[in-house]
Nanobody, 124 residues
Framework: QVHLVESGGGLVQAGDSLSLSCVAS????????MGWFRQAPGKEREFIAAINWYGTSTYYVELVKGRFTISRDNTKNTVYLQMNTLKPEDTAVYYCAARGAGYRLENPGHYAYWGQGTQVTVSS
């Protein structure tokens, strides 16, 4: 079992930056791949980024590529999402998720563990 806790959300203005954190506890071997998702009001949950265990490989969807950066520090069991040049359309609840090895990073499925989410609101 893996427990994930996100933090760092808040209210910012368009163009600002925000950094999210996700701390994992429990069976850390099940956090080989870590991903970030988001869900805006009235919309389906959206996969936005993923990172492998070593932090040597990352994947981003086009909507956030060049603005968001995913990273991890395994000494702290923490994955981060640095978000720059935020836009009002980035407003959503952001979730981190974990899964074991064996999946391509661009595959948004098979995440077994989820955090409770952190709200990001970007005003225009």
């Amino acid at each position: 079992q893996v427990h994930l806790v996100e933090s760092g959300g808040g209210l910012v203005q368009a163009g600002d930056s925000l950094s999210l954190s996700c701390v994992a506890s429990g069976r850390i071997s099940d956090t080989y791949n870590m991903g970030w998702f988001r869900q805006a009001p009235g919309k389906e949950r959206e996969f936005i980024a993923a990172i492998n265990w070593y932090g040597t490989s990352t994947y981003y969807v086009e909507l956030v590529k060049g603005r968001f950066t995913i990273s991890r520090d395994n000494t702290k069991n923490t994955v981060y999402l640095q978000m720059n040049t935020l836009k009002p359309e980035d407003t959503a609840v952001y979730y981190c998720a974990a899964r074991g090895a064996g999946y391509r990073l661009e595959n948004p499925g098979h995440y077994a563990y989820w955090g409770q989410g952190t709200q990001v609101t970007v005003s225009s």
